[in-house]
């Protein structure tokens, strides 16, 4: 793949950061047949201690504890026991912030994959998207600042101009009002 990888720098940032210049980034998923690349289109920031919806708020449990170690490891969970949600863990040690992806395009099927996904579709909302990555539990604490991680993150060395909106995030029962999800403007 062209580009940089994004490296454990990148996700130190703040969360609202990392998932802001995440839109436009390529996650690569690499299958034991090959790999294939998906275009972030959509992302929500979670603020650890500071963010009452996120799940670190209340301090670490066994299922948050990963949220709470360096940064650029995947946070995986099942949400409602239905689906997996992917988040990337961002800032210091001990901050426990995550940046959730919640809507990717699939780009191409660089090498073949064992996945059902078709080139060029729109995966949309968190378990949609795990679903089409194929992203489960095992998936739980996997470093991605590694260019042969199974999953990690690229940016264009000379990236188109994308525009990106902010919003409220999706679906939360706790701090509502927060601008956190941002997305591609064409999506």
């Not at 409602?80 to 992806?101: F, K, P, R």
């Not at 699939?106 to 949309?124: H, K, W, Y």
């Not at 968190?126 to 990690?152: E, F, K, Q, Y």
Request: proline fraction near 5%; include cysteine.
């Amino acid at each position: 793949m062209a580009g940089q990888l994004c490296l454990r720098d990148f996700f130190e940032q703040p969360v609202d950061v990392v998932a802001r210049e995440l839109i436009g980034a390529c996650a690569r998923v690499r299958f034991q047949a090959g790999s294939f690349d998906a275009r972030i289109v959509e992302t929500e920031a979670y603020g650890g201690f500071d963010d009452p919806a996120s799940h670190a708020f209340r301090g670490p449990t066994p299922r948050s504890a990963i949220m709470f170690g360096p940064a650029g490891y995947l946070y995986v969970y099942r949400s409602y026991g239905i689906h997996w949600c992917m988040n990337v863990v961002t800032q210091d040690e001990g901050s426990a912030s995550a940046v959730l992806l919640r809507g990717a395009q699939i780009r191409n099927c660089a090498d073949g994959d064992d996945s059902s996904v078709e080139p060029e579709v729109l995966a949309r909302g968190p378990g949609n998207l795990t679903r089409a990555l194929g992203i489960t539990g095992a998936d739980n604490g996997v470093d991605c600042c590694h260019a042969n991680a199974r999953i990690s993150f690229w940016r264009s060395l000379d990236p188109p101009e994308v525009h990106v909106n902010r919003s409220t995030r999706v679906g939360v029962s706790r701090a509502q009002d927060r601008e956190s999800r941002y997305f591609l403007a064409e999506t």
